[in-house]
């Protein structure tokens, strides 16, 4: 009939693994939720960090830090600054 026979499957040890469970879901907030801090941009002097992060209130605003005057306690965040207070909407 001018067709050769179609080869015969190989092994793929990533298709052969068992399925997850519903256990074994990643999260929706670890998917979907706010990271820590992201979008960090030094300023042009060196001298400050700016970065968002979740306020207090859970929404995405803009802080920044001052790379010369680091807290001495260990906490890098304690001296932060929040330049911006959205309520509701991420920036």
């Known amino acids: ?19 997850t469970t519903s256990e074994e879901l990643i999260p929706r907030d670890v998917l979907f939720g706010n990271p820590e801090n992201t979008s960090p941009i030094l300023s042009p002097d060196g001298n400050y960090l700016a970065y968002l992060a979740p306020s ?24 932060d600054r929040q330049i911006t207070d959205d309520k509701k909407r991420a920036i």
Do not use: C, E, W, Y
């Open 1 to 19: 009939s001018g067709f050769a026979p179609s080869p015969a499957p190989r092994h793929n040890p990533i298709m052969s693994m068992a399925r």
């Open 56 to 79: 207090p209130d859970g929404v995405m605003n803009i802080f920044v830090r001052d790379l010369n005057n680091q807290a001495t306690n260990g906490d890098a965040k304690a001296n």
